[in-house]
């Protein structure tokens, strides 16, 4: 891997770790405090950085040329990977932590795919992210007969789904501009 590809990793690595400390992710946490509240913080932080890291690899398959996003994604893995040695994780943890990625972004593929269609559909609902949000409450725990969380007007789901939004904005934002400094050609 290039000096390049890690250095741009590096730096997702970082708005990854800011992303975590925004209210975005204090929106999600609070989402799944309600949907389930006796998950531990153990478990709801693990999902909200698994979605996080969902959200950051589709605004790095969107934002960079399709020519260098799946370097630049490695190069992301590669970084977050250097973080975990620092962690001195075993041999084990690290390969269900490679596990329960993969697990989690093919579940993510198709809720994700179905509401950015939504999104980008300037007639649905103020709502978005809807079936994103339904998996990521899934992944703290299956319940056998869900809450119906999106009844109302103001509550949790409601704040995560525009909180959704906002993080998108600002990582295809930041993603945007490492594109721009990185791969676009002066004119």
């Given at each position: 891997?290039?000096?390049?590809?890690?250095?741009?990793?590096?730096?997702?690595?970082?708005?990854?770790?800011?992303?975590?400390?925004?209210?975005?992710?204090?929106?999600?946490?609070?989402?799944?405090?309600?949907?389930?509240?006796?998950a531990?913080?153990?478990?709801?932080?693990?999902?909200?950085?698994?979605?996080h890291?969902?959200?950051?690899?589709?605004?790095?398959?969107?934002?960079?040329?399709?020519?260098?996003?799946?370097?630049?994604?490695?190069?992301?893995?590669?970084?977050?990977?250097?973080?975990?040695?620092?962690?001195?994780?075993?041999?084990?943890?690290?390969?269900?932590?490679?596990?329960?990625?993969?697990?989690?972004?093919?579940?993510?593929?198709r809720?994700?795919?179905?509401?950015?269609?939504?999104?980008?559909?300037?007639?649905?609902?103020?709502?978005?992210?809807?079936?994103?949000?339904?998996?990521?409450?899934?992944?703290?725990?299956?319940?056998?007969?869900?809450?119906?969380?999106?009844?109302?007007?103001?509550?949790?789901?409601?704040?995560?789904?525009?909180s959704v939004?906002?993080?998108?904005?600002?990582?295809?934002?930041?993603?945007?501009?490492?594109?721009?400094?990185?791969?676009?050609?002066?004119?």
């Amino acid at each position: 891997m290039s000096s390049l590809y890690l250095h741009l990793g590096r730096q997702l690595a970082q708005l990854l770790g800011a992303k975590l400390q925004d209210a975005s992710a204090e929106a999600l946490r609070d989402l799944a405090r309600a949907y389930d509240p006796s998950a531990t913080d153990a478990r709801i932080n693990a999902e909200v950085f698994l979605l996080h890291k969902y959200l950051l690899v589709q605004a790095c398959v969107g934002a960079f040329p399709e020519s260098e996003a799946e370097q630049v994604v490695a190069g992301f893995f590669a970084a977050l990977n250097e973080r975990a040695d620092g962690l001195e994780f075993g041999s084990e943890r690290q390969v269900a932590m490679e596990q329960m990625w993969r697990l989690r972004a093919g579940e993510f593929d198709r809720p994700f795919a179905k509401d950015r269609e939504q999104f980008l559909d300037e007639t649905s609902g103020a709502l978005h992210w809807k079936h994103t949000i339904d998996q990521f409450c899934q992944n703290i725990r299956q319940l056998e007969r869900p809450p119906d969380i999106w009844s109302g007007t103001g509550g949790p789901s409601h704040q995560a789904s525009r909180s959704v939004t906002d993080i998108l904005d600002k990582m295809l934002h930041a993603v945007g501009e490492l594109n721009r400094l990185n791969f676009s050609k002066p004119a």
